[in-house]
């Protein structure tokens, strides 16, 4: 984007104050409004419940996401309103503007540059509230510098290892830094519990507070269906539209934070505006299905955790025989133990390499054999080959690896080019 590298030149978290100084950026106000959301997984659907609920609450709410599905201004969100292109257009010029000025060697990346125009908007458009996702860890995120007073951590998984650390427990302690000293950490069920312990020494060492969701709500009766999943909660039978295990534990973590954010009692039955608006609430790219007749559904997770939990959820509703996966995987993700995952799971598989840093299908086909598989590396000719399929044999069609993977092949499906979608 604009020419730069994704993440600069190294880490910029001096660049970022720098820009704060220039542009005269009241860094305690935005302290006070601002939540951060950090994790391996669901940092995106936990940011969209966590801005629902404030925006029910009356609050006008501010969301900045990454990434973004087909259009970079799905990030920049205040309720309703995505940033106008007008806005964008000018922000990006200042930020670029000031990017001219640093020296050879301390330039920003694409997505510091996308968090700095997010910081211009929302200091024009002055929300109550801002929830904000991180886009790698947090002690090195953007994130870090608007020293904000309430985190939110989602899950714990192997990830950026060489920025983050070898082990999950060095991953929690690096994203638990993004929330500032004195401040709370909402601690999603998603987070194992066997680094309960670690994660809690951690806090007090570096001041901060830890709140596990476990501890306010015990969950049951979980039914994942096409619509949506259900679930009880404190005797309280709740219904979310976005689908599976891992969901519920990303709608009660948000709404834990934002019932802190607004110090108010986190009761389902007290609060249920606030469960209304989680209970509604859609995210693009989440098991989502974006056609019928045949259906397509898609799902953007790049986990080997995150496709065990989608792909399980998945045939809660959905008969394996009836299913055919386009399967294909980034070449700098978990590619042998994502293959794995999905190969356990479906039968009808085809393997095919998104335009966008796919990875070479020779380097995952072995995990899919004595399964009925058709290799089409062409990502166009791999969807017409899907859906001409399930129309013959009326078969639900399922695409998964990766971000850039789910988003071509819902492009090609609608009959764009996958090739320019401009993703960082």
């Keep these: 984007m604009f020419g ?3 993440f600069g030149d190294g880490i910029g978290l001096t660049r ?3 820009f704060y100084r220039e542009f005269g950026i009241d860094t305690d106000a935005l302290a006070r409004r601002s939540i951060v959301v950090t994790g391996s997984n669901g940092k995106g659907s936990t940011s969209r419940f966590t801005e629902a609920a404030l925006t029910a609450s009356g609050r006008r709410a501010g969301l900045f996401t990454s990434p973004h599905l087909f259009d970079y201004r799905e990030r920049f969100v205040i309720g309703d309103m995505r940033i106008p292109q007008e806005a964008f257009d000018r922000h990006a010029s200042t930020v670029l503007a000031f990017n001219q000025r640093q020296p050879e060697g301390d330039r920003l ?4 540059l996308l968090f700095l125009v997010a910081i211009l908007w929302f200091e024009e458009e002055n929300p109550d509230a801002i929830v904000w996702e991180a886009g790698i860890g947090g002690r090195y995120d953007p994130v870090r510098t608007l020293r904000s007073p309430l985190g939110i951590l989602t899950g714990l998984e192997l990830e950026h290892t060489q920025i983050l650390g070898a082990t999950e427990e060095l991953i929690a302690f690096d994203k638990i830094d993004s929330v500032a000293p004195g401040g709370s950490l909402v601690i999603s069920p998603s987070v194992p519990a066997a680094h309960r312990e670690r994660i809690e020494s951690y806090c007090s060492l570096a001041g901060k507070h830890p709140v596990f969701v476990s501890d306010a709500f015990e969950v049951g009766n979980v039914c994942n269906t096409a619509d949506g999943t259900s679930f009880t909660a404190r005797g309280h039978r709740v219904m979310i539209n976005l689908i599976g295990r891992h969901q519920i534990d990303n709608a009660l973590t948000a709404f834990l934070a934002a019932a802190h954010w607004l110090g108010v009692q986190p009761g389902l039955t007290k609060q249920h505006r606030l469960v209304e608006a989680i209970s509604k609430t859609s995210w693009p790219g989440r098991l989502e299905r974006v056609a019928r007749n045949p259906d397509l559904w898609i799902d953007v997770g790049h986990t080997p955790k995150a496709l065990d ?3 399980s959820a998945f045939l809660d509703f ?7 996966v386009i ?15 999905v190969a356990s799971r479906f039968d009808h598989v085809i393997l095919t390499r998104a335009n966008k840093a796919g990875a070479d299908i020779a380097s995952f086909s072995n995990a ?4 009925q598989i058709t290799i089409e590396p062409d990502i166009v000719k791999a969807t017409r ?3 001409d399929r399930a129309e013959r044999e009326g078969l639900t069609v399922l695409a998964v690896g990766g971000l850039f993977l789910a988003a071509e092949v819902q492009h090609a499906w609608n009959g764009g080019d996958p090739a320019t979608l401009e993703f960082l």
């Excluded at 990346?109 to 510091?112: D, H, K, R, S």
């Excluded at 899919?368 to 399964?371: D, I, N, P, S, V």
């Design 318 to 324: 959905t008969p394996r025989e009836k299913t055919l």
């Design 16 to 18: 970022i104050l720098r």
């Design 4 to 6: 730069l590298q994704k």
């Design 368 to 371: 899919f054999a004595g399964k």
């Design 385 to 387: 080959l899907a859906r």
């Design 327 to 341: 399967f294909g995987v980034s070449a700098s993700k978990d590619v042998a133990n994502i293959a794995a995952t």
């Design 309 to 311: 939990l989608v792909t």
């Design 109 to 112: 990346g694409a997505f510091e």
